[in-house]
């Protein structure tokens, strides 16, 4: 018998997207569905699934395909440069000299149609004329001549392309149409391709050695693979892992990323036994989603780490609604980098300082710092940041005190930071930091060094060095790192057993620490659940969208058209109706009881309270009657068509003021906010961010995440709000902006968060669709 079927469709195949099928996961490119049998257990979805990292199973099954189809660049039997020549000015002729200067342990085959052997190897004029299989064939020719070398890469049964050659879309429109010809020629021959306009790639396993790149550094083997999307850049980042003694395993310049992109090397390397760690350089985003997608599975086994440029050329978008004014470019990346369980660093070197640590220390198991310095003012600078990067650096206890004191100098300090004064001895450092990593009061500990006198760098080193080596042959194994601030510190020091790695200011250590600090509590952290509820009236919201948009293009929709919108997610707004007259108006406030607020409906006027569109705390009839002619007469001055009518609602007098937003990009799709409410919005900026679908753990995440957060905890006499319910709002609102992608904008500003068991008020709202 049959448990479940599973199938992808097309998001924008509307009747699959709302045809009553459970989705596993949903996407702007494809929905997952799930389709379960009468007898299956999943025949009645509950409102919470767990998370699925990464994707469900169509990632999982697409991830084996990359790693097959990405293995022939990294472990290529034989490699064919296409444009390999004998005069050592051309690129083809170092790139060809590199293979065989660092040893690639396959064949090699140079292709130049003017030459019988280059550097001494025997030259083919086409690929077609080798005489074996080639696995990788490097192109460095003319932009011109690729398209027909791609035809004789086929032919030969090629399956790996490196395409260095450049003037493809870097250069314009016609060199876009250009790599798109490329790109049709080598999917269809079923091929795969790095670049165009790319640097190459490495691969340090002493197996195979292959050195298809500019570079004139082999860096050390190590477990650490690294993407740059700058060739040039790339390949400086090569060179400084090498002097850093940072070992690589692998390394690729993307290029145009026309093909092989960074999402399919993620693939690769989370599959890939001798890799740890991931370095990223981005530029941009090919598919963000699912970049996030992949990340936030891969980041569950192996860090990775991504320098993302770009912060502050896009600028803020001009919009109509709070959100969108405060959600730019850079909001989405970090938005995304969040959930997905990416570490950023904001500069190369942050980059190197983070991968030090990671590709040679444990993680670290808790945010307790303990210092060991011979200066106080370098440990005090050290406690500070590290208590500003969110880590705790608790005094030590009085047991621990005792035992430091009976062998330090009388005048240390033993609280913490531990200043063991100027005259500290190298086997001071030793012996405090074996007693420091074998108790139960560390998670990590940072030793300072800065020289008084001669310059004793080296035996602090081997003194260093010998504490940690006695807390391993216990058993014990704890983060070290160290600040040499001394003018020819090294980058790291080693023995048989271990790196430890060293940093040039205390201020570096403590952002590495906070940085992985967070890293290390987003994986301990359990895999939120997705919201689902079979109650939502997708149908009927839908068709709201559709006549707004087949009536007016798209804009804003009505007061009333945004009410019945929400209610359809169970996004309850307070009772209340729309009046054209002030008779109208009389007779809603009637029913629903005094005090009320009027508020100007309208599709031109978006920002009522700054033309006077609100009247609140109205008590009164003729209080209602003067507050509708005067609503009336602002909106006539400033569009005399801009008035629906006056939204009459009743007061609502107690909670604390928060928002919800939406903003959409084209690429990133659906950004949710959630922050201090009211018109102070903006200026106050107190605002969390997140990428939908949302999870019950994020929109948790992002309620106590505000700086505010107290206040909804109930904060000098005043009564807390509901989270729970903010939650809930929060998981419909996200609901909402996925299955109904043509809301690209909105408020729900302010929100009244109810005593707890009470619920909220979504006071004012307004959404724009496209």
Known sequence: GMRRLSGDALSFSG??????????????????????????SEAAPPAFRKEEEGGGLTMQKESRTRLASLRPFFSPRSVAVVGASRDPERLGHQVFQALLRDGFQGKVYPINIRADEVLGVPAYSHLQEVPGDVDLAVIVIPRSEVLSTVEDAAMKKVP???????????????????????????????????????????????????????????????????????GALGLAIVDLAARLGIGLNQFVSVGNKADVSTNDLLQYWEKDPQTDLILLYLESFGNPRKFSRIARRVARHKPIVVVKSGRTSAGQRAAGSHTAALASSETLVEALFQQSGVIRADTLKEMFDLAKMLAHQPLLQGQR???????????????????????????????????????????????????????????????????????????????????????????????????????????????????????NAETHIQDERQTIPVYAYPEDVARVLGKIDRYTRWLARKPGRAFHDPHFQVEQARRIVETAKRERGGGWLSALETRELLKAFGIQMPPGAL???????????????????????????????????????????????EA???????????????????????????????????SWDPSFGPLIAFGLGGIFVEILQDVQFRLTPLTDREAREMIEGIRGFPLLQGYRGHPAGDVEALQDLLLRFSALAELLPEIHEGDLNPIFALPPGQGYAVVDARLRIE
């Open 369 to 487: 710092v303990v210092i060991l310095t011979n200066s106080g003012g370098p440990g005090i600078l050290c406690a500070d940041a590290c208590s500003a990067a969110g880590l705790d650096v608790p005094q030590i206890s009085s047991e621990l005190q005792e035992k430091l004191r009976a062998f330090l100098p009388a005048e240390a300090s033993v609280k913490n930071p531990i200043d063991m004064v100027a005259s500290a001895s190298t086997e001071n450092y030793r012996k405090a930091l074996e007693i420091l990593l074998t108790a139960q009061e560390a998670d990590v500990v940072v030793v300072i060094y800065i020289p008084v006198g001669p310059d004793r760098s080296e035996a602090v080193a081997r003194a260093v060095l010998a504490g940690s080596k006695a807390a391993l042959d216990q058993g014990i194994r704890k983060p070290v790192l160290m600040n040499f601030l001394a003018g």
């Open 579 to 625: 009046a054209k007259s002030p008779d109208e108006a009389a007779a809603i406030a009637e029913e629903i009881g005094y005090p009320v607020a009027a508020k100007l409906s309208s599709l031109k006027i978006i920002h009522k309270t700054e033309m006077g569109g609100v009247a609140l705390n109205i008590q009164s009839e003729q209080e209602l009657r």
């Open 160 to 230: 790996a392309l490196l395409v260095i050659s450049a003037g493809f879309a870097e250069i314009g429109p016609q060199g876009k149409i250009l790599q798109d010809q490329l790109l049709r020629k080598v999917r269809g021959y079923g091929m795969r391709m790095v670049g165009p306009n790319c640097m190459g790639l490495l691969n340090t396993d002493p197996q195979v050695k292959l050195n298809a790149s500019f570079s004139t550094v082999f860096p050390p083997p190590g477990r650490v693979a690294m993407s740059s999307q700058s």
């Open 15 to 40: 009747n699959m997207s709302y045809s009553g099928l459970f989705a596993l996961h949903s996407s702007r490119s494809y929905i997952e569905i799930m389709c379960p049998t009468p007898s299956s």
């Open 628 to 662: 509708f002619r005067r609503i009336q007469d602002k909106a006539t001055a400033i569009a005399c068509d801009s008035m629906e009518g006056i939204l009459v609602q009743p007061m609502v007098q107690a909670g604390v003021e928060v928002m919800a937003g939406l």
